[in-house]
């Protein structure tokens, strides 16, 4: 059993709304104070992974990454939690990096890691929230997809995946190899890796694979998203006056809130 | 770009208000373009949804007729959209933000040598060159993005609850195009064995018009009996922040955010939750926001329309007493007349 994480490296997206900035050009978020962090549910996906090789008893997990190279730090966590390799594939090789050419980046890794049984994607980065990427690379190896899986079972020759739905859950089996995007879920919080992991994930070497190793071209890897023209970035204005409602106690807030929402004719 | 394609998937056999956002959002901008709106129904459902089509605006209903997709499986209803695309041609294809949604549509985009962008908030036509700004949220909501579109085919998935619906015209002539579909040459890979309902006989948190929801300041499980209690007071449901969901407090399916539901109702109480933007964004479309906090510098209360600085443990059976006498008065009221 081999599976494939997909993991990109952002601003960490708790930084509070308040300490948000843009840069000064406002294409992109300020660096400013914010650590540089695994994408969640890329993290989410890291754990899916892990414990499917759990429960498979064995198996072999590689992780990649296309990032600056700060990214070593995002596949350096993969490794402690416990992923067998690393590689990095240097994003300062593509001139023009859309969701296809990133999804192309991906699949040539993918080719070059084969047999794959599964590849994982978090359903979205946590800062563009693209949430195209994993679709994109389904396509472009043909293989079977399925989205928003939450835990991720991998039998003979077939995947159990339990995914998110409006209403509930599916159970869905899909044929291998496939490519899933994970979200979200109390069942797949990221484990903390152990100091002996962090150490050990230190000694480890994280290979970088440039374009030529990929046989992928760096100038042509482009896509219909490049199309794409971005016209603006802001961060919309939220003009809200918030009423506090106040009192000696908390029986004379929470009369004065009745009073309040009786007034606004929403109870 | 003049011609829109609104692409309806249907969960069940209602017409839910998703359809209806759809059709909106892309009559709308069919208008501005000066364009036309066409929409097809992947799925197969009772022949009274064409005429919906029409009454929001559809000239076209691209009608599709095949046993293989009478239940949603993704390689198929991909492949379909793919042949009523290559019949229809349309510059703009506006599918829901739903898990079936985001699941065809970077699939399908990717095949057709399309542009892509999910969870889009906005669109905006300009009838002189034909082009589309699209508007999405990045950063979990702290920033909104700017896409200009100068050519199709672009697809798109709206987010759901971020359009406001159209009223339906009346009964309106469309013109009903069959497209022959061959899906003989798609392999299903996927296979959906089991739904799992965590449906609570509760109104859909997408359809209440009140939501009391907690976070990760209720400390544990226990609050959100009290928390339901209250909904059902107040002829809601409830709800849940990520942090509440991930905790394992609540199932996912109550969680609202970025990446959960996203709600419009009148009245939304969040109790316990601080307001991290990715929570703010799913409920963007509240008419009023009601932030119950201990702590007076959570930034709930920058959205809110009014707040109470209190715990809620000393709050809430307070504020529950308080509102069974209004309601008790009301009632009482209303029966004596």
Same mark, same amino acid.
């Given at each position: 059993m081999h599976v494939v994480?997909?993991?990109k490296q952002i601003l960490d997206p708790e930084l509070p709304p308040a300490d948000f900035r843009l840069d000064s050009k406002a294409e992109q978020a300020a660096a400013a104070s914010a650590a540089q962090v695994i994408s969640i549910f890329d993290e989410n996906a890291l754990e899916v992974a892990l414990q499917a090789r759990d429960n498979a008893g064995g198996g072999k997990i590689t992780a990649i990454s296309i990032g600056q190279p700060s990214a070593i730090d995002a596949l350096r966590k993969a490794l402690s939690m416990r992923v067998d390799e690393a590689y990095l594939l240097p994003q300062d090789n593509y001139p023009q990096l859309d969701a296809q050419a990133t999804a192309r980046i991906l699949a040539a890794a993918v080719r070059k890691l084969d047999p794959v049984d599964v590849v994982l994607c978090g359903r979205e980065a946590g800062?563009?929230?693209?949430?195209?990427?994993?679709?994109?690379?389904?396509?472009?190896?043909?293989?079977?997809?399925?989205?928003?899986?939450?835990?991720?079972?991998i039998e003979r020759d077939k995947l159990r995946l339990r995914r998110q739905t409006e209403d509930g859950w599916e159970i869905v089996e899909s044929a291998t190899p496939a490519v899933i995007s994970v979200t979200n879920d109390g069942g797949n919080l990221p484990r903390i890796p152990k100091v002996k992991d962090n150490m050990l994930a230190f000694r480890k070497q994280i290979p970088a694979w440039q374009a030529d190793a990929l046989g992928v071209n760096a100038q042509g890897v482009e896509g219909a998203n490049g199309a794409l023209e971005k016209k603006g970035l802001y961060i919309p204005k939220v003009e809200r006056n918030c009423e506090m409602i106040d009192g000696e106690n908390s029986t004379e807030k929470a009369q004065r809130l009745v009073n309040k929402l009786a007034a606004l004719q929403v109870i | 770009m003049k011609n829109v394609l609104a692409v309806l998937i249907p969960n069940g056999s209602s017409f839910r208000r998703t359809e209806i956002e759809v059709l909106s959002a892309a009559k709308r901008i069919a208008d501005e373009l000066g364009g036309a709106m066409s929409a097809t129904i992947l799925g197969s459902v009772?022949?009274?949804?064409?005429?919906?089509?029409?009454?929001?605006?559809?000239?076209?209903?691209?009608?599709?007729?095949?046993?293989?997709?009478?239940?949603?499986?993704? &390689? @198929?209803?991909?492949a379909a959209l793919q042949q009523i695309q290559s019949v229809a041609h349309a510059d703009l294809i506006l599918l829901p933000s739903t898990t079936y949604g985001m699941e065809?549509?970077?699939?399908?985009?990717?095949?057709?040598?399309?542009?892509?962008?999910?969870?889009?908030?906005? @669109?905006?036509?300009?009838?002189?060159?034909?082009?589309?700004?699209?508007?999405?949220?990045?950063?979990?909501?702290?920033?909104?993005?700017? @896409?200009?579109?100068?050519?199709?085919?672009?697809?798109?998935?709206?987010?759901?609850?971020?359009?406001?619906?159209?009223?339906?015209? !009346?009964?309106? &002539?469309?013109?009903?195009?069959?497209?022959?579909?061959?899906? !003989?040459?798609?392999?299903?890979?996927?296979?959906?064995?089991?739904?799992?309902s965590e449906d609570t006989g509760a109104t859909k948190l997408e359809d209440a018009r009140v939501i009391v929801?907690?976070?990760?300041?209720?400390? !544990?499980?226990?609050?959100?009996?009290d928390l339901t209690a209250l909904a059902g007071m107040l002829g809601g449901t409830i709800g849940a922040s990520r942090a509440a969901c991930d905790q394992g407090w609540v199932p996912a399916s109550l969680q609202i955010g970025q990446t959960g539901k996203k709600v419009a109702p009148d009245l939304y109480l969040a109790i316990g939750i601080s307001g991290a933007s990715q929570h703010m964004v799913g409920i963007a479309g509240a008419r009023h926001i009601v932030a119950i906090n201990k702590d007076a510098k959570a930034p709930i209360f920058q959205m809110a329309a009014c707040g109470v600085v209190d715990d809620f443990r000393s709050f809430l059976p307070q504020f529950t007493a308080a509102l069974r006498e209004y309601k008790a008065k009301n009632q009482g009221s209303t029966s004596g007349q």
């Open positions: 994480v997909c993991i800062d563009w929230h693209g949430g195209l990427v994993a679709g994109f690379l389904a396509a472009e190896l043909d293989r079977a997809y399925t989205s928003l899986v939450a835990s991720c079972t | 009772d022949p009274s949804w064409n005429q919906s089509c029409a009454s929001y605006g559809a000239s076209v209903v691209y009608r599709v007729a095949s046993e293989a997709l009478s239940s949603y499986q993704n &390689d @198929l209803y991909t065809i549509v970077p699939v399908f985009a990717y095949r057709i040598g399309a542009s892509a962008t999910m969870d889009c908030v906005g @669109l905006k036509g300009d009838p002189s060159d034909g082009s589309v700004t699209i508007t999405k949220p990045v950063y979990g909501g702290k920033a909104n993005s700017e @896409l200009l579109a100068k050519s199709g085919p672009v697809v798109i998935a709206m987010r759901m609850r971020s359009v406001v619906p159209a009223t339906a015209a !009346g009964e309106r &002539d469309c013109n009903i195009v069959d497209v022959p579909l061959a899906l !003989g040459a798609t392999k299903a890979r996927t296979k959906i064995v089991e739904r799992l929801s907690g976070g990760r300041g209720l400390g !544990g499980p226990e609050a959100f009996a």
